[in-house]
């Protein structure tokens, strides 16, 4: 089995290649470079894979920042929806081609994309998308959240509507003990520093439902769902408007260049 790590942290995912290798004694372990707070980072990156000419039967958007202060990426998006969300938008519809050929009857490829449960405070501003007029740094990591289920939703209807043998669904890995909570209120952050023990999941148990969403035998040829604790839950309900979904991906396409088959009447 060929695994791909893409970051943007060369020692801390050469390290991780290490690790994978000697614990699960795969030689097929690799890294490579994707910065996805740069559209043409990922789209080099999708070349350098594609060149491999390696089938692609599990992508897990699994990247992000959380409460940053206001900056923008290097295309000039805020920094939560550039990167928590378009960067995963794109890596994924420019790996949708390969997704599609590796799948098969009874053996489907799968998208599995991870958010937050603090998508349940969000809000989708398609007026202001990227916070310019009023930032909060919570809200904006809510709103990036919330975009990624809408987008899952989405995703999976355009799949399934296509006859793909790719199904897509959304994990929530719960509160996690990470470097993610660098930038939040210092009072939170000393909570994590004294009780995060107590009160966080690990790294491990935190990937656990992604692993689930993964490989788990039956969810072979179903997507469209939240997962929460290995289990399909209810997602915001805001989340399943079809006609918000449908906004939010043609907004994204005009803002990644991304072909919009919905506008288009294409079929993916």
Same mark, same amino acid.
């Given at each position: 089995?060929?695994?791909?790590?893409?970051?943007?942290?060369?020692?801390?995912?050469?390290?991780?290649?290490?690790?994978?290798? %000697?614990?699960?004694?795969?030689?097929?372990?690799?890294?490579?470079?994707?910065?996805?707070?740069?559209?043409?980072?990922?789209?080099?990156?999708?070349?350098?894979?594609?060149?491999?000419?390696? *089938? @692609?039967?599990?992508?897990?958007?699994?990247?992000?920042?959380?409460?940053? *202060?206001?900056?923008?990426?290097?295309?000039?998006?805020?920094?939560?929806?550039?990167?928590?969300?378009?960067?995963?938008? @794109?890596?994924?519809?420019? @790996?949708?081609?390969?997704?599609? %050929?590796?799948?098969? *009857?009874?053996?489907?490829?799968?998208?599995?994309?991870?958010?937050?449960?603090?998508?349940?405070?969000?809000?989708?501003?398609?007026?202001?998308?990227?916070?310019?007029?009023?930032?909060?740094?919570?809200?904006?990591?809510?709103?990036?959240?919330?975009?990624?289920?809408?987008?899952?939703?989405?995703?999976?209807?355009?799949?399934?509507?296509?006859?793909?043998?790719?199904?897509?669904?959304?994990?929530?890995?719960?509160?996690?003990?990470?470097?993610?909570?660098?930038?939040?209120?210092?009072?939170?952050?000393?909570?994590?520093?004294?009780?995060?023990?107590?009160?966080?999941?690990? *790294?491990?148990?935190?990937?656990?439902?992604?692993?689930?969403?993964?490989?788990?035998?039956?969810? %072979?040829?179903?997507?469209?769902?939240?997962?929460?604790?290995?289990?399909?839950?209810?997602?915001?309900?805001?989340?399943?408007?079809?006609?918000?979904?449908?906004?939010?991906?043609?907004?994204?396409?005009?803002?990644?260049?991304?072909?919009?088959?919905?506008?288009?009447?294409? @079929?993916?």
């Amino acid at each position: 089995m060929h695994v791909i790590l893409a970051g943007n942290n060369d020692r801390r995912s050469q390290e991780a290649v290490r690790r994978i290798q %000697e614990e699960t004694l795969n030689d097929k372990v690799e890294f490579l470079y994707c910065d996805l707070a740069s559209m043409s980072s990922i789209w080099q990156f999708v070349g350098h894979f594609k060149a491999k000419n390696i *089938p @692609l039967h599990v992508l897990v958007n699994n990247a992000g920042v959380m409460m940053v *202060p206001q900056r923008t990426t290097r295309d000039g998006f805020e920094e939560h929806f550039g990167l928590n969300y378009l960067g995963h938008f @794109l890596l994924t519809n420019l @790996l949708l081609d390969t997704l599609k %050929e590796s799948g098969s *009857p009874g053996r489907c490829a799968r998208v599995i994309t991870v958010s937050s449960a603090t998508h349940y405070v969000g809000e989708l501003n398609m007026e202001d998308l990227q916070s310019s007029h009023s930032y909060s740094p919570h809200g904006a990591y809510a709103q990036s959240k919330l975009a990624l289920v809408l987008f899952t939703y989405h995703l999976q209807r355009l799949l399934a509507s296509s006859g793909s043998h790719v199904t897509a669904n959304v994990v929530d890995p719960g509160v996690v003990n990470t470097d993610l909570y660098r930038h939040v209120f210092w009072g939170t952050g000393l909570v994590k520093k004294l009780l995060g023990w107590l009160l966080f999941k690990t *790294p491990n148990e935190g990937a656990r439902t992604s692993v689930y969403a993964a490989v788990a035998p039956e969810l %072979e040829g179903v997507g469209g769902c939240y997962l929460y604790n290995e289990k399909a839950t209810k997602s915001l309900q805001t989340t399943y408007d079809e006609k918000l979904q449908r906004q939010l991906w043609a907004r994204s396409c005009e803002m990644t260049g991304v072909l919009d088959v919905t506008q288009e009447g294409l @079929l993916m």
